[in-house]
């Protein structure tokens, strides 16, 4: 099969993310012929390296990795800074490109390394889970969490490039599977209904995870994401589509800890909530909201959530970065491969909304 390649254009940079199975073989000259600099340092962690670094390291012809250790809660300025340390020790300096190579937590951490080294480095990302391949590694969004607070610090900095081999997430353990098809759920439901039905009909397939079957929906969810970023880089309007599920969802782990659910579990839930919202309203039929439920529900199952307080989560959602100015932006699917953005749920919506999913009174 041919490497697919969909254009990322921001104003601050434009950049391909290229999708081919078993491009990490071949990463060196793809690098080469996308001018990625010639200095390049990896950044992984120690299971991904030991899964897939073999592989990266003869295709890239480099030698010694920057391993840090990734998980949520290594995600955090002091893993930052053994990055620089690794980067001021090895003399890297402004030629230098940083690649990073692992999940959500790797690809934040380290291009917000690469954005602030120097005052900025080339960055290029090589996606190593399935929500990493279809949503964190695009976009540009880079940082770490606080001890207050998650992703409470970072920036926008754009990659060079994106490589994404779908071959990799074959040693994913199913529920980080799971975790990043939710997050394809999310497009489907949101942009596309062709996907959706993809999701719902090819289930059976996509778990033997095939690259064959896999490639398809993986280019589908980075075309989605890159022609939302391109048009507003800094989610200050359309972008904020890709919110489906997030708003509660963020919520939800936030009053577990971050502990309980991976965070496209969380999401799942939080699209079960806005669609339980929507179809209270009558902004989705029934069908539509019926087929988003089975289909979520099908994927396999979810993290208990009967003992998590409505209370709670309300709480959490007031305090949500993402409320601008007062308002909660809430996205509501209008129907499958549609949403509408409304400013005017109501808590007395909401809680009802929670409780019909099955939260705690
Ligand atoms: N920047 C963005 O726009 C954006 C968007 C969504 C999520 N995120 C961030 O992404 C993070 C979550 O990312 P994630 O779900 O990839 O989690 P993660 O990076 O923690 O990876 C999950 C686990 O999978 C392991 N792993 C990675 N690749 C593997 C492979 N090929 N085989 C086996 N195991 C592998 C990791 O070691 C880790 O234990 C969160 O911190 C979230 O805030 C960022
Ligand atoms: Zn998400």
Redesign the pocket.
């Known amino acids: 099969m041919a490497p697919i390649r969909i254009d990322v254009a921001t104003p601050s940079r434009a950049y391909p993310v290229i999708i081919e199975a078993a491009a990490i073989d071949r990463v060196g000259r793809m690098f080469d012929q996308l001018d990625v600099p010639e200095r390049r340092f990896v950044v992984s962690?120690p299971?991904?390296w030991r899964?897939?670094g073999p592989r990266l390291s003869r295709g890239l012809g480099i030698r010694e990795p920057i391993l840090v250790a990734?998980?949520?809660r290594a995600?955090q300025l002091p893993t930052v800074a053994r990055i620089y340390d690794a980067l001021v020790e090895a003399k890297a300096d402004r030629a230098a490109a940083l690649i990073t190579f692992?999940?959500?937590?790797?690809?934040?951490m380290a291009g917000f390394a690469a954005a602030t080294y120097l005052r900025g480095i080339a960055l290029v990302h090589v996606p190593?889970?399935l929500?990493?391949q279809v949503?964190?590694a695009i976009?540009g969004?880079?940082g770490v969490n606080h001890p207050q607070g998650?992703?409470l610090i970072g920036c926008f900095y754009q990659p060079h490039a994106v490589v994404i081999d779908p071959s990799?997430?074959s040693?994913?353990?199913r529920r980080?599977f799971r975790?990043g098809l939710y997050e394809v759920v999310k497009y489907g439901m949101t942009s596309s209904a062709g996907l959706f039905d993809q999701l719902s009909r090819d289930r059976t397939a996509i778990f033997t995870r095939e690259p064959a079957v896999l490639t398809p929906i993986i280019a589908e969810s980075c075309r989605i994401k890159a022609g939302v970023v391109s048009i507003d880089e800094h989610e200050s309007g359309p972008r904020r589509i890709l919110n489906f599920g997030h708003t509660a969802g963020h919520a939800i782990e936030a009053v577990t800890k971050y502990r309980r659910y991976?965070?496209g579990e969380a999401v799942a839930y939080g699209m079960l909530v806005a669609a339980q919202l929507a179809k209270a309203r009558g902004a989705i039929a029934d069908r539509d909201q019926k087929a988003l439920a089975n289909l979520i529900t099908g994927l396999g199952p979810l993290p208990a959530i009967a003992d998590v307080s409505t209370a709670q989560i309300l709480e959490a959602m007031r305090h949500d970065k993402k409320v601008v100015s007062g308002r909660l932006h809430y996205v509501l699917p209008t129907a499958v491969g549609a949403t509408d953005i409304v400013t005017d749920v109501t808590e007395t919506e909401l809680r009802a909304a929670l409780k019909a999913v099955g939260f705690r009174r």
């Open positions: 962690s299971l991904v899964l897939h990734d998980g949520e995600k692992g999940g959500g937590v790797i690809g934040d190593t889970t929500l990493a949503d964190s976009g969004k880079v998650k992703n990799l997430v040693t994913l353990p980080e975790a991976r965070h």
